[in-house]
């Protein structure tokens, strides 16, 4: 959604984009009958003055209801992405014409600052709704109704807490709140039946808590915020994809119940020692680069780890690396020196599949 050299949500980044506070990349689409972009004139373009900035908008306020004009009622997809509208420009589109077909809205990168019941309210076939970096503050009861929606962008607003309406979005899967101003996990208790993904990534969130209803999640983003402690996190046993990295966290714990986690991302924080995976023999993907370890331990029942990422810490010997991954001898002194290598030679007997070591800038 979303920190040296890589680590594995950095340049690498091979988790999905809604990691962090970066941005969800915008999914290209192939323009048909059903999918209608719209694409605003703006006057930056052209190296028009600010006086013809000033034409242009008030130029687009003139004409914002006659932007969907030609669209039929039946179109599904519409895209307004940068287009300059604001609140009083949504009024104007009139929307609620397309209500009992519309399945997509995106109106990402505009001055939305809030929401009209009036507008929105009527767009109950709505599954996708994408309002990202925009100047909301509060969603008040405009999305209600929009019991049919499963995919919700608010990221990179300006909300300072979780919308106390969301939990009417009953079918709501996957929802993005990323760089806003959110300082407490809440709002999330009458979704546990559906919800299968949560971005909080860029936040002021200090405590992992109120998810104990989530017990169907699978991936939940947390990136850049100031959590202390792993914890209250017992509940989510489907959970598959946690990422909390660029925190406060010094020690690994609480995962205990994680028995279906397979990525696990704490690059950036405090971590001073690799414990407390007893439990997770599912882990493909580990990220503990950018903390204080030591020394490579405790990881050798963990016999699916495909990627390891383990670079800017205080590990000072490899000595550990035959013992606890079962990495073949004559490669040891390339890796030593910091080298990025892939699908290197494992012992026979190995039972790891281990792809990926990333090792840079350990002090050797």
Request: aromatic content about 6%.
């Amino acid at each position: 959604m979303n920190d040296s050299q890589p680590t594995a949500e950095t340049e690498a980044d091979p988790a999905p984009a809604a990691v962090s506070a970066d941005s969800p990349p915008v999914p290209a689409r192939e323009k048909s009958a059903r999918v209608a972009t719209v694409a605003m004139h703006t006057p930056e373009a052209d190296g028009d003055s600010s006086a013809a900035e000033e034409d242009g908008e008030a130029e687009a306020e003139i004409e914002d209801s006659e932007i969907l004009a030609d669209l039929p009622d039946e179109t599904e997809d519409i895209e307004l992405i940068h287009s300059r509208l604001s609140s009083t420009s949504i009024d104007k589109l009139g929307l609620p014409r397309f209500a009992q077909h519309l399945k997509r809205l995106c109106l990402r990168q505009n001055f939305i600052s809030h929401l009209d019941p009036d507008v929105f309210g009527p767009l109950t076939k709505l599954e996708d709704l994408d309002f990202y970096d925009n100047k909301i503050k509060h969603t008040g009861v405009a999305l209600n109704s929009l019991t049919n929606l499963i995919t919700l962008d608010l990221s990179f607003n300006l909300l300072r807490h979780v919308p106390e309406t969301l939990g009417r979005l009953t079918s709501l899967r996957t929802v993005y709140f990323v760089q806003n101003r959110i300082s407490h996990i809440t709002g999330f208790d009458a979704l546990g039946a559906t919800l299968r993904s949560l971005e909080l990534g860029g936040n002021k969130i200090r405590k992992l808590e109120n998810l104990d209803a989530l017990v169907n999640l699978e991936e939940l983003w947390l990136g850049k915020n100031k959590i202390t402690k792993l914890e209250n996190l017992s509940t989510l046993k489907r959970l598959k994809i946690l990422s909390i990295q660029s925190n406060r966290i010094t020690k690994l714990e609480g995962l205990e119940q994680l028995e279906s986690l397979e990525e696990f991302y704490i690059s950036h924080n405090g971590v001073e020692r690799l414990e407390g995976l007893e439990h997770n023999l599912k882990l493909r993907t580990l990220d503990v680069g950018n903390n204080f370890i030591s020394e490579l331990e405790n990881v050798s029942h963990l016999t699916t780890l495909e990627e390891l990422w383990i670079n800017n810490n205080n590990i000072s010997s490899l000595q550990a690396l035959e013992p606890q991954l079962s990495i073949s001898r004559p490669w040891r002194q390339f890796i030593s020196r910091g080298t990025h290598f892939n699908n290197w030679t494992r012992r026979s007997s190995s039972r790891y599949n281990l792809r990926t070591l990333y090792l840079s800038s350990l002090y050797l």
